[in-house]
């Protein structure tokens, strides 16, 4: 499969141009389809081309139900499950409930948003009017201003992939500083060591470059889940209940709800995918049972992580593991993270790309750029080395507004007078709940991050 998701990463990098900023194609394996985001690798997020002639061409290539379906399960299960058990700590009981409440919404809002892409024709049969993600976005403001939602989505997007990036870094960083313990070095040194091996990355013209390591990233992430959960139901005998919290940290349980919600994004490639799938009227079955399963797996191995080591549970779940073992998982989650890296960064840079080639022409824009989109995810992973609370922020920040806000808000104002009055309340529930732990999720990480770098600092 994996050359069916980094397909997916290519078809939305092509896919970009012609929305808001220009060319910009999503992928991101993980958080992005994986058509991309390998499994998150969060890329990524495949979508159709963002114009509003249609969908894609019929020649496009076609994918079976199962075929889309493991698309979304890699855009919603990938690297970043290895936070997830923190969350869990850091949330108590009420994560549990909010694992499932959060893969029941984004089940939900990935379905009304492809019902955003079609109307009606003379005879009430459902017609493919729009493409994309920000297709729909355009319509919704065509009488106030034609690109700003687009513009609004592409910003998101942009924003989403360059802290994918980030969080790759930080991972990265984590693992290399605690698998190589000798000769003991400074955590800006293995940030350093971490960014090195990605500066080609500046000179990929080609996503297929990197193609052939899709597989190599899926084997990775199925050995390292496979080890965490053995290790865990190996030690059974010393689980212990009570050090699940049923009263929670309000500050650190508001930070949880933007990991949750991260690690659940996909609704941004989900308007290609519908559109690429033989049978398309298996959509919202097949989102059904994505995200039941992925709702099945995350509590599962987040329980039995954190049943394991309790309040011992780190930010890195690998890092809990015995010595030896630790060092060999750690090493194959390092490969994996450094491998997904080139994916979001690639579709990022391709958005801004076409954005600033509309003000400054010339060869060595494009490098430029990209030297400074690496150099900028490198600062920022550098001097904020906080995995929970930067996935919480993003999460708060682009995984709430592209999974919760905008899907919510267009299906209102795009199928209103067709939509029953427990739709309509439901939809209003999900924007209100949407809108407050966004922005209670980014006051707490932003604060979560100040209190943290001033403890560094002391």
């Known amino acids: ?146 690109w700003l939602g687009g513009a609004v989505v592409n910003v998101a997007q942009v924003v989403e992939l360059s802290m994918t990036c980030v969080l790759y870094l930080v991972v990265s960083t984590n693992l290399a500083s605690h698998s190589f313990l000798a000769p003991p070095l400074p955590l800006s040194a293995w940030s350093i060591a971490s960014i ?3 500066v080609p990355c500046i000179l990929i013209q080609d996503l297929r470059v990197v193609s052939r390591l899709s597989l190599l990233c899926s084997l990775a992430q199925f050995f390292i889940t496979f080890t965490v959960v053995a290790y865990c139901l190996s030690q059974a005998p010393h689980w212990s209940w009570s050090t699940m919290a049923i009263s929670v940290d309000f500050e650190k349980f508001l930070v949880s709800i933007g990991v949750i919600i991260f690690s659940y994004t996909s609704q941004v490639f989900l308007p290609t995918l519908e559109g690429s799938m033989e049978e398309q009227e298996n959509f919202s079955s097949m989102m059904t049972w994505t ?96 995995f929970s609370l930067l996935m919480g922020l993003t999460g708060s920040i682009t995984g709430a507004a592209m999974t919760f806000l905008l899907p919510s808000l267009f299906h209102l104002q795009l199928k209103w007078t067709k939509l029953s009055r427990k739709l309509k309340i439901f939809d209003i529930l999900i924007l209100v709940l949407g809108s407050v732990c966004s922005l209670s999720g980014i006051i707490c990480s932003v604060k979560g991050l100040i209190e943290a770098f001033q403890n560094r600092q002391t």
């Open 196 to 198: 090195l091996p990605l």
């Open 1 to 146: 499969m994996s050359w069916l998701r980094l397909g997916w990463q290519l078809t939305r990098v092509g896919q970009l141009s012609g929305c808001g900023f220009g060319r910009g194609g999503r992928g991101d394996e993980e958080r992005l389809g994986f058509v991309q985001r390998d499994e998150l690798d969060h890329i990524y997020r495949d979508e159709g081309e963002a114009s509003t002639e249609g969908p894609p061409p019929s020649a496009s290539p076609r994918i079976t139900t199962w075929e889309a379906g493991w698309n979304v399960t890699n855009a919603i299960q990938g690297i970043f499950v290895v936070g997830l058990p923190y969350a869990l700590l850091q949330s108590g009981y009420l994560g549990l409930l909010l694992l499932v409440v959060a893969a029941v919404i984004c089940s939900y809002t990935g379905k009304i948003l492809i019902t955003c892409l079609y109307e009606e024709d003379e005879e009430g049969r459902p017609v493919r009017v729009r493409s994309s993600y920000e297709d729909i976005a355009n319509a919704c403001c065509m009488r106030v201003c034609p």
């Open 291 to 386: 995200h039941f399963l992925a709702c099945v797996f995350k509590t599962t191995f987040s329980m039995l992580a954190f049943l394991t080591w309790g309040e011992d549970t780190k930010e890195v779940i690998t890092d809990n593991l015995p010595a030896t073992l630790r060092t060999v998982v750690n090493l194959c989650l390092l490969s994996k993270a450094l491998l997904s890296y080139p994916l979001p960064f690639y579709a990022a840079t391709e958005v801004l790309q076409s954005c600033v080639s509309k003000w400054v022409k010339g060869p060595g824009m494009a490098l430029a750029l990209r030297g400074c989109l690496l150099l900028l995810t490198f600062l920022i992973s550098a001097f904020v080395p906080h």
